[in-house]
């Protein structure tokens, strides 16, 4: 009998785990990997496809810059951050095809 109820109890959370995911998804959550923690920001390096986060309210360090608004990733995979794999920002802020990979 207490076997019984143990099953019926992992089953019962099982079918809760499953109902909360498929709600998190009906309602626009996303289950992909965040390119940044909250609290942080994505930058770019200048002239290259390298990439950092940084903290709300910091500047970008030296040698990186702020992604192009309406042009942020968010997502791993993304349409953006597939884009800025193969375009960088130039010095002056310009889009431009990145450099060869060496």
Not at 80 to 94: F, I, M, P, Q
Request: net charge neutral; glycine share 10%; with cysteine.
């Amino acid at each position: 009998m207490i076997t019984f109820r143990t099953r019926r109890h992992q089953s019962g959370i099982s079918v809760l785990f499953a109902a909360a995911a498929l709600a998190a998804t009906l309602a626009g959550c996303s289950m992909k990997d965040a390119i940044c923690r909250g609290g942080e920001y994505p930058v770019m390096t200048v002239g290259g496809t390298g990439s950092a986060c940084v903290s709300d309210g910091k500047p970008p360090p030296e040698g990186f810059t702020r992604y192009p608004d309406g042009k942020v990733p968010e997502h791993v995979d993304d349409s953006w951050d597939v884009y800025w794999r193969t375009h960088t920002l130039d010095d002056k802020g310009n889009i431009i095809d990145a450099p060869a990979p060496r």
